[in-house]
């Protein structure tokens, strides 16, 4: 299939199999190769094949573009080196004094991005309960350009509703990125609910085995393409083609993949739901929570992030829990075929202030576990065991 035409009627599992590849013109060769090189060989000055040197284009990177362009059923799908590369090209396309409307409960990275580096640039930023729709149009001003949404939120899997923050968002005549890197384009289109742009950290669902760092955003906006290009162009936040190929590999299971996050996820959220040692569990897919309806709105899934307190709140037993279990991994990160447990107040949110995390209830035993694609029997009998103690 052409890469400059991504099959956008064709369904997901033959998008994430075929879109922007296609059989190499100069060997034949099925999958795409990686094109381990910085330049190209011109003909006459100018006078080249599409690829000048490979900090602009390279044709595995470009591979790649055109398939998230046909996950996310966008014009344009534009690869960084890492997700955080992402997020710094669309705000490096902000102006001094320009302000953006943030939500309160984001990945660790992308609020220490904000604060630390792009505050001290003269950017600035309102932190918001994005569930609240009326104080998050309150937060918006007259130099507002940005409203950043994250859903599910990070850790606490607070469900965001694209559609109504976006509706009001654009009114105002204000652009919407979500970062869409727990959902996965397979179960969540925020293009279609009306966002500008999309970020996906590709480190996480999208290469999906914990083996690269990418970034990636979608828009059908030529003029956002061209500004983030123009970025990557200038400031050198290219992937390289070994880990633009390896996400190119994980695409082409994705949707396999994340039925199988999904099954296992929903299943372990009901057992922690009826565990006795387990406090408050935060999944979408639980009838209890209380984006549930929203999330049945506008996603086709739950995902196969979990986040849960324990009944007793005590850090230390959140630790052992940490410490016990054996099929889950105790690491950063989510997204692989591996499962991993992790404690957001010491590890992936420990950025964020303590006053800030208490504010927003992300308490000292919250637990969040990335549910992977390993039997659920023995997922299910890892947790338990280590919930034993506490
Ligand atoms: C990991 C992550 C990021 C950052 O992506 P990197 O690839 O690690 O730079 C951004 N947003 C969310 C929700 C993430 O989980």
Not at 18 to 43: F, L, N, R
Not at 292 to 313: N, T, V
Request: aromatic share 6%.
């Amino acid at each position: 299939m052409a890469d400059d035409s991504s099959p956008r009627s064709l369904g997901f599992g033959t998008r994430a199999v075929h879109a922007g590849q296609k059989p190499d013109p100069s060997t034949g060769a099925v999958m795409t190769p990686i094109y381990q090189t910085s330049t190209y060989a011109q003909e006459a000055p100018g006078k080249h094949k599409g690829h000048e040197y490979s900090r602009v284009t390279n044709p595995t990177r470009s591979a790649l573009e055109g398939n998230l362009a046909g996950l996310e059923n966008a014009e344009h799908g534009i690869a960084f080196s890492s997700g955080v590369a992402g997020i710094d090209g669309i705000m490096k396309s902000l102006r001094p004094g320009d302000h953006v409307v943030a939500s309160d409960d984001l990945y660790g990275g992308t609020f220490r991005l904000f604060r630390q580096v792009f505050e001290p640039f003269g950017l600035s930023f309102s932190f918001v309960d994005m569930t609240d729709l009326d104080a998050t149009e309150a937060a918006m001003t007259d130099d507002t350009k940005l409203v950043w949404v994250e859903t599910p939120t990070n850790p606490l899997m607070r469900i965001v509703d694209i559609e109504a923050i976006t509706e009001r968002a654009n009114a105002r005549g204000i652009d919407v990125a979500v970062d869409n890197t727990f959902a996965s384009p397979y179960l969540q289109q925020p293009l279609a609910l009306g966002a500008d742009l999309v970020l996906h950290s590709a480190t996480k669902y999208l290469g999906g085995h914990s083996d690269l760092i990418l970034g990636a955003v979608c828009t059908n906006s030529d003029e956002w393409a061209e500004k983030l290009r123009f970025q990557i162009k200038c400031t050198g936040a290219n992937p390289g083609p070994m880990d633009s190929f390896l996400v190119l590999r994980g695409t082409k299971t994705l949707h396999l993949r994340m039925d199988r996050h999904c099954h296992n996820a929903r299943h372990l959220a009901s057992f922690l739901n009826d565990h006795p040692k387990v406090g408050r569990v935060l999944y979408p897919g639980l009838e209890s929570h209380p984006g549930h309806e929203i999330a049945k709105k506008q996603m086709d899934d739950f995902g196969g992030m979990i986040s849960f307190e324990l009944a007793d709140d005590s850090m230390e037993k959140a630790v052992h829990v940490l410490k016990s279990t054996d099929v889950f991994t105790l690491a950063e990160s989510l997204g692989g075929v591996e499962s991993l447990i992790e404690h957001p107040a010491s590890m992936t949110h420990a950025s964020i202030p303590a006053e800030e995390r208490r504010k927003i209830g992300l308490t000292d035993s919250l637990i969040r576990i990335s549910v992977g694609v390993e039997e659920l029997d023995d997922l299910k009998a890892d947790l338990d065991a280590a919930l034993q103690d506490v």
